[in-house]
């Protein structure tokens, strides 16, 4: 899957679904190239994670199911997806908290609905 392209959240699903072994955390590594991988912890110092653009340590266990069961939890995939294309797009680096990074697209949203909420009710008073 590469996210300088055109990467869909089937592409995500499939890479998800080839991963071996889905108890314990994973690293998900884009690097410099949009090229998205996924490694479980091995172990990794954050130095060795330093050549890439950025990364998420996930537990995909009980989320996305590594494996035959990838596509058990729609909506984290959806919000896996939506995580990876907005650090490409706004070029975040280093260790990403996909927490934060969920929180923080909500807000946003919210914000944004919030705003046109108002001007549709402004407009219908005038």
Known sequence: M??????TLNDLCSLVADCK??????????D???EVRIQPDLGQTSQQL?????????????HAHPGLESNRNQKYMNQL????????QHRMNGKISQEELSRLQNNSFWIHNR????TDVALAEA
Request: include cysteine; charged fraction near 15%; charge should be positive.
């Open 32 to 34: 410099h190239d949009g």
């Open 50 to 62: 330093e050549g890439y653009r950025f990364y998420f340590y996930t537990l995909l266990h009980g």
């Open 81 to 88: 997806f939506k995580n990876l294309v907005y650090c490409w």
């Open 21 to 30: 072994g889905y108890l314990g955390y994973h690293y998900i590594i884009v």
């Open 115 to 118: 705003k046109f909420a108002r």
């Open 2 to 7: 590469n996210l300088s392209g055109k990467a």
